[in-house]
């Protein structure tokens, strides 16, 4: 499971975001279930920021963005990322040394097609 986020940040607030990260970083990775986070500034454009983090499952991930701390310091970070695409990714293929493994999907069949909410089912009149 990989956790993507995309940022836009104005050169005078680099300091007080890359505390913010460095902090969300700590916290993420301090979680079981986390193999690592990185993040990474452009170098095309000193405002573009990334933070991609990486979990063992999606389990992992949703858990370890439970625990108060992660809601209080990470959750508000993570909301001030590009909300022009995705963030969670499941992962399909990694490699180590040259030698790349297929991961299976552990997402639901209909799990691209139904919206939250719908996964409930068609609802029935109680009359």
Known sequence: MLLVCRFVV???ETEAFLARARRAVELL???PGCSGADLGRATE???RWVLSVR???I???RRALSPFPVR???IPLLAEALADEPAAYELVVSAVDGSSIEQRSVLAAD???VR???AAGPSTSTR
């Open 10 to 12: 104005p050169p005078a």
């Open 29 to 31: 990775t301090a979680g």
């Open 45 to 47: 454009a000193d405002d």
């Open 55 to 57: 979990f063992d499952s």
């Open 59 to 61: 389990v992992a991930y």
């Open 72 to 74: 209080e310091e990470v």
């Open 111 to 113: 799990g691209r097609t």
């Open 116 to 118: 939250l909410g719908e």
